[in-house]
């Protein structure tokens, strides 16, 4: 079956533009989480939605990030004013798990590696 | 901020043989997921093992788990070209967020 997919698979900013990444997670799958990965390095939270609310925003390094997921499925990313240190791989996850079970297997995208100029 | 350590940080060894990677965290866990990503497939969950469980197996896989030592090695048995990968473990923290390590390069020279 189709798996969690992710685009655009690569995006090249100039500082100062605004971003959307886009994740469309398994079919059915109640909870969705974006990770940040830097190079060389594991992934760092973001958010969590559990269907269309936001559980979870602690994770996001700055008020120009944005997620949102309005019907509970697709799930945008965006970055506002994006700066050089927003350069990473962005990596969207979904899972069976709602709050109260959300240890399960997480499915990951393939991820949007945006550079910044 | 990264919770689990993997290490080494880099390890390099023939095909068919074992190799052994190992991770320590710092918070009290429900369970500990080990993770592997490559170029060509991404980030793909490779096996679970929950904080009452000592040693788990899946396929060429054997991950164990020390809670008071709060570490935990992943083993791959007859290493393959396919296995060249980073390798990550994971750990729920207290918030309910999944919180990784830096990861362990794997190598498998044919």
């Known amino acids: 079956g189709a798996g969690v997919s992710q685009s655009p698979r690569y995006k090249v900013a100039k500082r100062g533009q605004d971003v959307a990444l886009r994740c469309d997670p398994i079919?059915?799958?109640?909870?969705l989480f974006w990770y940040q990965q830097a190079l060389g390095q594991g992934p760092e939270f973001l958010t969590y939605?559990?269907?269309?609310?936001?559980?979870?925003k602690s994770g996001l390094p700055s008020d120009r990030f944005f997620a949102e997921r309005p019907e509970g499925s697709v799930s945008t990313l965006k970055i506002q004013r994006t700066q050089q240190e927003d350069s990473a791989v962005y990596l969207c996850?979904?899972?069976?798990?709602?709050?109260?079970?959300?240890?399960?297997?997480?499915?990951f995208g393939p991820g949007t590696r945006l550079t910044v100029l | 901020s990264q919770q689990g350590e993997e290490d080494p940080q880099a390890l390099s060894i023939q095909e068919g043989e074992n190799a052994t990677m190992n991770c320590s965290y710092k918070?009290?866990?429900?369970?500990l997921q080990w993770y592997r990503q490559n170029s060509g497939r991404g980030l793909v969950h490779l096996i679970l093992?929950?904080?009452n469980e000592r040693e788990k197996h899946s396929g060429r896989l054997r991950v164990t788990l020390d809670t008071s030592k709060k570490s935990s090695s992943l083993l791959i048995t007859a290493s393959r070209a396919a296995d060249t990968a980073s390798y990550f473990c994971?750990?729920?923290?207290?918030?309910?967020?999944?919180?990784w390590g830096a990861g362990t390069k794997l190598i498998i020279k044919p």
């Open positions: 079919s059915g799958h109640v909870s």
């Open positions: 994971a750990v729920w923290d207290s918030n309910y967020q999944l919180i």
């Open positions: 093992i929950r904080s």
């Open positions: 918070t009290s866990i429900n369970n």
């Open positions: 996850a979904s899972s069976t798990g709602t709050s109260g079970t959300r240890y399960n297997e997480q499915f």
């Open positions: 939605f559990q269907n269309e609310a936001q559980l979870d």
